[in-house]
């Protein structure tokens, strides 16, 4: 079972960037495809971006590519969610979540285990 944990939140202005980082427990780390969602205040959560387990293999929402990139360390158990440009609209929880079956899905029913999220907000 992984247990997960994001940090990097904050608030910064539009046009900046943050990195977001979350932390795995665990030795499959390097088997789990891991992604990140995101859900503001009266939305439904939605997928942002996943990595497969080698992170050879990525995808990512229409709204943030070419602004946000996932990548990971699994020496360190640990996913990375670098934003740049960031925009009023981005402001939301953003939580990181592990797929232990490999899937490189944006659906939010196809993973297992979520992080407790950490605060993006953007001000204009």
């Known amino acids: 079972q992984a247990q997960l944990v994001e940090s990097g939140g904050g608030l910064v202005q539009a046009g900046g960037s943050l990195r977001l980082s979350c932390a795995g427990s665990g030795r499959a780390f390097s088997n789990y495809v891991m992604g990140w969602f995101r859900q503001a205040p009266g939305k439904e959560r939605e997928f942002v971006a996943a990595s497969t387990g080698s992170g050879r293999s990525t995808v990512y929402v229409d709204s943030v590519k070419g602004r946000f990139t996932i990548s990971r360390d699994n020496a360190k158990n640990t996913v990375y969610l670098q934003m740049d440009s960031l925009k009023p609209e981005d402001t939301a929880v953003y939580y990181c979540?592990?797929?232990?079956?490999?899937?490189?899905?944006?659906?939010?029913?196809?993973?297992?285990?979520w992080g407790q999220g950490t605060q993006v907000t953007v001000s204009s």
């Open positions: 979540a592990a797929d232990s079956r490999g899937r490189l899905s944006k659906v939010v029913a196809s993973y297992d285990y």
